[in-house]
């Protein structure tokens, strides 16, 4: 069973914001104040140009592993799906702490217990070996709650906010910009997740497009939420670590209403568990593709993956102010190396052959 094109812009216009709204709009503030929107339009023009050729390469009906078996020979091609899968599991484990950090700080008012969030990897255990076809009917779900959810936060934030912080535009400076696209690079790696996917959903007339686009749309939420938050915040943005979560707490109706801005975090945290997710789910797909077909392979390597990134969430657990300023700092290369250079090569290489069909 595949995906359908119609899942694929789903996930594209619907999960790639979500994914971007708990830590990185005050790492942004810190690195270029109030000219924070402009190193993350710059990310998503590129990573919209680069799903258009991604999504190009899906013309071929191969998955990744198959185009390069076929190209260099299996031992290559098994390589390569250790490397992808490696990088994978590398960016999952940012969305990953962000979650704990979420559940632990947001949906507790007292300090929880230090396995609390344990059950997210039992949770992504199962979602791990389930087959990647699976993504496309999480989406159809998933989308008009996380829509819904965007939107709920957004109405309830605006009122609260003063657009004239973001005055004037450029104050940063070049210097600015350069910091703030370098601490975006650790959440712009969704032309990687595309890749894990083709081959699996048939690439229908204008679907390169379509998806940019979509992409695009997303993106212009994410940019109004990222200016209501510096509207609302302003010179304390850079200390509001889990912003939508915050954002939205200053709506005049709280006072009759009660937290009803909850139902909206609540839905916004169950479709980024999902985004969280995804890129392990991937990285079980291509390890299991590349080293046999066996039934008990899948659930194997979900398990071995989930106890690892368990393993690693918490042994980090007292360090991770550290590990976050690694990821967005001193690592930060390794996302555009993968999320920009490889899907550009692998483009080059394999993306001329045209296969289309009309929807």
């Given at each position: 069973?595949?995906?359908?094109?119609?899942?694929?812009?789903?996930?594209?216009?619907?999960?790639?914001?979500?994914?971007?709204?708990?830590?990185?709009?005050?790492?942004?503030?810190?690195?270029?104040?109030?000219?924070?929107?402009?190193?993350?339009?710059?990310?998503?023009?590129?990573?919209?140009?680069?799903?258009?050729?991604?999504?190009?390469?899906a013309r071929r009906e191969q998955t990744l592993y198959a185009?390069?078996?076929?190209?260099?020979?299996?031992?290559?091609?098994?390589?390569?799906?250790?490397?992808?899968?490696?990088?994978?599991?590398?960016?999952?484990?940012?969305?990953?702490?962000?979650?704990?950090?979420?559940?632990?700080?947001?949906?507790?008012?007292?300090?929880?217990?230090?396995?609390?969030?344990?059950?997210?990897?039992?949770?992504?255990?199962?979602?791990?070996?389930?087959?990647?076809?699976?993504?496309?009917?999480?989406?159809?779900?998933?989308?008009?709650?996380?829509?819904?959810?965007?939107?709920?936060?957004?109405?309830?934030?605006?009122?609260?906010?003063?657009?004239?912080?973001?005055?004037?535009?450029?104050?940063?400076?070049?210097?600015?910009?350069?910091?703030?696209?370098?601490?975006?690079?650790?959440?712009?790696?969704?032309?990687?997740?595309?890749?894990?996917?083709?081959?699996?959903?048939?690439?229908?007339?204008?679907?390169?497009?379509?998806?940019?686009?979509?992409?695009?749309?997303?993106?212009?939420?994410?940019?109004?939420?990222?200016?209501?938050?510096?509207?609302?915040?302003?010179?304390?943005?850079?200390?509001?670590?889990?912003?939508?979560?915050?954002?939205?707490?200053?709506?005049?109706?709280?006072?009759?209403?009660?937290?009803?801005?909850?139902?909206?975090?609540?839905?916004?945290?169950?479709?980024?568990?999902?985004?969280?997710?995804?890129?392990?789910?991937?990285a079980v797909g291509t390890l299991s593709e590349a080293f046999?077909?066996?039934?008990?392979?899948?659930?194997?390597?979900?398990?071995?993956?989930?106890?690892?990134?368990?393993?690693?969430?918490?042994?980090?657990?007292f360090h991770t102010s550290q590990i976050i300023e690694m990821?967005?700092?001193?690592?930060?290369?390794?996302?555009?190396?993968?999320?920009?250079?490889?899907?550009?090569?692998?483009?080059?290489?394999?993306?001329?052959?045209?296969?289309?069909?009309?929807?």
């Amino acid at each position: 069973m595949k995906l359908s094109s119609r899942q694929i812009l789903f996930f594209l216009a619907a999960a790639a914001p979500i994914g971007k709204i708990v830590l990185m709009p005050a790492r942004l503030a810190r690195a270029c104040a109030n000219d924070l929107l402009f190193p993350v339009l710059a990310q998503l023009l590129v990573q919209a140009a680069i799903i258009f050729c991604v999504l190009l390469l899906a013309r071929r009906e191969q998955t990744l592993y198959a185009l390069i078996r076929d190209a260099a020979g299996g031992v290559a091609a098994k390589i390569a799906a250790i490397l992808f899968s490696a990088f994978l599991l590398f960016a999952a484990f940012l969305p990953v702490v962000e979650q704990k950090l979420l559940v632990r700080s947001i949906f507790y008012d007292t300090i929880p217990v230090y396995l609390v969030f344990t059950p997210f990897f039992i949770f992504s255990a199962y979602l791990c070996a389930r087959p990647l076809c699976t993504v496309g009917r999480m989406w159809d779900i998933l989308t008009p709650l996380a829509a819904v959810a965007l939107a709920g936060i957004a109405l309830l934030s605006v009122g609260s906010a003063d657009y004239g912080a973001l005055a004037p535009a450029g104050a940063a400076g070049w210097e600015g910009f350069a910091s703030g696209t370098q601490a975006a690079c650790s959440w712009f790696f969704d032309a990687v997740l595309l890749l894990a996917l083709i081959g699996r959903f048939p690439y229908t007339k204008g679907l390169a497009w379509k998806g940019a686009v979509c992409y695009l749309a997303g993106g212009a939420v994410l940019l109004f939420l990222l200016a209501t938050f510096y509207g609302v915040f302003s010179e304390i943005a850079v200390a509001q670590t889990h912003a939508f979560a915050r954002m939205s707490g200053f709506f005049s109706g709280m006072t009759v209403l009660g937290r009803i801005d909850y139902l909206f975090i609540f839905a916004a945290a169950f479709v980024m568990t999902f985004y969280v997710i995804l890129p392990m789910q991937a990285a079980v797909g291509t390890l299991s593709e590349a080293f046999g077909k066996s039934r008990a392979l899948p659930a194997l390597l979900s398990a071995g993956i989930n106890l690892a990134m368990l393993a690693a969430v918490y042994l980090t657990n007292f360090h991770t102010s550290q590990i976050i300023e690694m990821l967005t700092g001193t690592l930060f290369w390794l996302y555009p190396v993968f999320a920009a250079g490889v899907p550009l090569l692998l483009t080059l290489i394999f993306g001329r052959r045209t296969h289309e069909t009309v929807s």
